[in-house]
């Protein structure tokens, strides 16, 4: 069974649209726009996490902003405390997994500065609703800053089953990069074996005293500039997509930590396009795909 992801965005019905028409910085246009609201409103909206920039999540209140790109802003304080899930979208729901749409920007899990504004918190308000005794389990995760579809477990059981048994139950994981550059080859496929340093940075060392990472990848369209390349995961490491493609010469757009010189698209030029897997309880095959970005596309025409 397939399903499809809509871009992921909040209930319309309380939703501010605005379309950019000069350079500015993000704070001063909407200080700009919503004129009825005060200085202190606007900054909590933007550092709650409820201001779009085209395709990602912005909270930074001096991020330039560019002709032609749309800043959504989600007004209803209502519906953000009771039932509008922020920077994500549910694909898939039963009684034993959820599966969503994550916004670039949305933090898959609490660090220390963040507790709140995470995919799962809003995922455990959201099924606590019904029965205050529900709760989540994150199966894997997402970098902050990478967009596209994550599967939780509503259950410890499942999870487990579901991290246990993770090579054998996952048919497909498919994601899209933006990355640097024109790849010489149309495909190709990136082994080696990763480690982490110390500041936590993940680097392909030749020898097995590391994890082994295997990437496949196909170029879809590219430029002078940027290539969009479809990849797919034979192994799933921390990193490992960003890791691969900077060892080919071509880092991700906008990914500093692994060599990228450029950010045209304000956000990191990766996204989860499709997971397929076997449902842990009643082994039907599911594929949920969900669009690539359309700032991706754009760029590599």
Do not use: C
């Amino acid at each position: 069974m397939s399903y499809k992801g809509k871009k992921a965005t909040p209930n319309r019905k309380g939703t501010l649209n605005f379309k950019v028409e000069d350079n500015k910085e993000l704070l001063p246009f909407l200080l700009e726009k919503m004129s009825s609201r005060s200085r202190n409103s606007v900054k909590s909206i933007l550092t709650r996490g409820q201001v779009k920039v085209d395709d990602h999540i912005e909270t930074k209140h001096n991020y330039s902003l560019r002709p032609g790109q749309i800043v959504s802003v989600l007004k209803n304080k209502v519906a953000v405390k009771e039932s509008t899930l922020i920077g994500m979208e549910i694909l898939f729901e039963d009684d034993s997994i959820i599966v969503i749409q994550k916004d670039a920007g949305l933090l898959s899990i609490a660090t220390e500065k963040e507790k709140r504004q995470t995919a799962l918190h809003q995922l455990m308000e959201h099924v606590r609703r019904d029965d205050p005794r529900n709760r989540v389990f994150v199966v894997h995760r997402l970098d902050k800053e990478t967009s596209g579809v994550m599967l939780f477990a509503k259950s410890e059981k499942v999870k487990h089953k579901l991290q246990d048994n993770w090579k054998s139950m996952v048919k497909e994981r498919t994601y899209v990069a933006l990355v640097e550059g024109t790849l010489k080859q149309s495909d190709g496929m990136v082994k080696s074996y990763l480690k982490e340093s110390k500041t936590h940075k993940m680097f392909s060392i030749p020898d097995k005293n590391g994890q082994l990472a295997i990437t496949h990848y196909r170029k879809l369209q590219s430029n002078k500039q940027f290539s969009l390349v479809e990849v797919k995961l034979e192994t799933g490491r921390k990193n490992q997509i960003r890791v691969h493609m900077s060892d080919l010469g071509h880092p991700i757009v906008g990914d500093k930590k692994y060599g990228a010189k450029t950010n045209e698209i304000g956000r990191l030029g990766l996204h989860a396009k499709i997971l397929s897997f076997t449902h842990p309880v009643t082994g039907q095959l599911l594929l949920f795909q969900s669009d690539v970005p359309k700032s991706f596309m754009n760029k590599s025409r």
